[in-house]
């Protein structure tokens, strides 16, 4: 059953999310998610028995919204408390208490103990050191390497990851042979990767990418899904990138 909830006077917003099935708080000043986290809910593929972990809930909006899919329970992992805190209130406002649980835990040193079907993330894309730090510190460790690298992420994947599972990132396209190579390292390979564009005929500024353990790549090598296009010459979103944002 759906909790009651109302954003805080002291700044928070009430936005819903796939016709209203999924509802969440999110500070007004603080960190809010972008357009990456429901890309990268829409571009991962559940099952009726999984068990999912993911690393960097956030306000918890991916694994919400991965929610309303076949998917037995998320363990969702969140290092700052107060956006730990923020995505329990979403969880059980949403009535998912049952489904999703949230653990304040430093991937770094957090162990579950055991192994998951599905490890996903929408991790910090901002090498340590590098960029302008934001005068909001949640901002800065949810976007900047302050909490673990990306060779932190996909080591830590692996060894959570299940011998047949899978794990699903979004990254910039300008860390991919970053990302390639800490993947590789861990002992990962690509599976399944997708590009999204901005508008058609520009480069590629995100990619989505799915990765099992080396050895049980695609034989014939990774599956490439069609390009997401964002927006159309009108400066809309296109109906493809539409359907993604409407859980369709």
Partial sequence: MRAQAAPRPDGETLDAFYHGRIRILQPKKGYRFAVDAPLLADFIRTGPEDEAL???TGSGIISLLLSVRPIRKITAVEIQPGLAGLARRNVEM???GGRIEVVDADLR???????????F???????????????SAEKSAAKH???GTIRDFLGRTAAWLSPDGRACFVYPERRRPDFLAAAGESGLAVR????????????????????????????GGPELMPPLILYGPDGKYTAAASSVFAGQ
């Fill in 109 to 119: 040193t957090y162990e579950p103990g055991r192994t998951f079907d599905l490890v």
């Fill in 121 to 135: 993330s929408n991790p910090p894309y901002i090498r340590r050191a590098t960029g302008f730090l934001s005068a």
């Fill in 145 to 147: 390497e302050i909490h």
């Fill in 192 to 219: 399944r990767l997708r590009f999204v564009h901005p508008r058609a005929g520009e480069p590629a500024n995100l990619f989505l990418v799915e990765l099992a353990r080396s050895g049980r790549e695609p034989a």
């Fill in 94 to 96: 949403n009535g998912l």
């Fill in 54 to 56: 993911e690393i960097g």
